[in-house]
């Protein structure tokens, strides 16, 4: 059994007016807060959102991965 | 917490970047934890607080009995100087009136730069000012209690910037004017309102190289990160100097 730990993410969204995709999400995560923060990541597709948030969830089941979040595809 | 009539020594607490107790401009000895915890909470929320609503917020993964009775050892650990700032009663809490707190003062210097139509005096607009809006609350606390205050105090805190640059472009304070864009560029360097900020101020400056620099380094920046281009409204801002 994995040892307690506290995960966090916080997505921050501001929209962009007039870019071809506004919206901007960016994501700071980390699997245990006693560690600060691993990673941030700007996404712009609320699909990747939504993977990401997915991705984390499973990986704060599992053992402390070494990194989190992907980087995002163009 | 006291009733002797000595003054009052000048305490501050301060809740922007990491935390700290003074006393007459002096950093004191670190406070126990709980105790840390509960000064920066009153200074964040700056109003008179219900132990109940206290003990939860602090230690809400702790029974209610439990968590009154870490509140009490919180207040027993705080050090003489430190009890001086905080005013007890049987039912709340709240720090004393002569106790200053950064965020506080950060707070209302950003409200009166975001007043439209208002001026403001030349200190609102200085050096110290800027230093003031280019700090987080409390980067390292993960609390729930401290991230959704500490969001709060970014969001105004990077508008507060961008109004400081405007204010110091339409007086002609163009280095001024330029440090609070990029103290706004650095808070989110992919915001576009920060980047054409910076752009206006080279170009009322005259600088336009350095405008045009600015506009390339966020075009590789928004390529790279999302792969996307900047708004046709950025564009615009340098389109005369690109057809040159």
């Known amino acids: 059994m994995p040892p307690p730990r506290t995960g966090l993410l916080i997505i921050r969204v501001w929209i962009e ?7 901007r999400a ?6 245990d807060v006693a560690r600060g923060i691993e990673q941030t990541v700007t996404l712009v597709r609320a699909d990747e959102v939504t993977q990401v948030v997915d991705d984390w969830i499973l990986e704060m089941l599992g053992p402390m991965p070494a990194t989190a979040v992907p980087a995002p595809e163009h | 917490m006291t009733t002797d009539t000595t003054p009052a020594p000048d305490l501050e607490v301060c809740i922007l970047g990491t935390f700290r107790f003074r006393a007459g401009g002096s950093r004191l000895p670190a406070l126990a934890g709980g105790s840390q915890r509960l000064l920066a909470l009153l200074g964040l929320r ?3 607080l219900m132990r109940a609503g206290i003990a939860g917020t602090l230690w809400p993964e702790s029974t209610e009995e439990h968590a009154h009775s870490s509140l009490r050892s919180a207040l027993g650990r705080l050090s003489r100087i ?4 905080v005013v007890v009663t049987p039912l709340d809490l709240c720090l004393a009136e002569h106790v200053n707190v950064d965020i506080r003062e ?3 210097l950003a409200h009166r730069l975001l007043a439209p139509g208002r001026a403001v005096a ?3 607009l200085d050096a110290g000012a800027i230093r003031a809006l280019s700090v987080d609350v409390l980067p390292d606390w993960y609390d729930d209690w401290v991230l959704v205050e500490a969001e709060e105090w970014r969001q105004l805190r990077l508008h507060a910037l961008e109004a400081a640059a405007e204010r110091l472009l339409d007086v002609g304070r163009y280095g001024e004017a330029t440090g609070a864009a990029l103290a706004a560029v650095r808070v ?3 915001r576009e309102s920060a980047r054409a900020a910076v752009i206006r101020v080279h170009l009322a400056e005259g600088n336009q190289s350095e405008a045009l620099r600015e506009f390339a380094r966020y075009r590789t920046l928004l390529r790279a990160e999302l792969g996307l281009e900047p708004t046709e409204q950025l564009h615009r801002l340098v389109a005369e100097l690109e057809a040159r």
């Open chain 1, 17 to 23: 007016d007039g870019s071809e995709q506004p919206l």
């Open chain 1, 26 to 31: 960016q994501i700071s995560v980390t699997h």
């Open chain 2, 46 to 48: 700056d109003r008179v």
């Open chain 2, 82 to 85: 430190s009890r001086e700032a």
């Open chain 2, 106 to 108: 950060a707070r209302a």
């Open chain 2, 122 to 124: 030349d200190q609102d």
């Open chain 2, 188 to 190: 989110e360097p992919l």
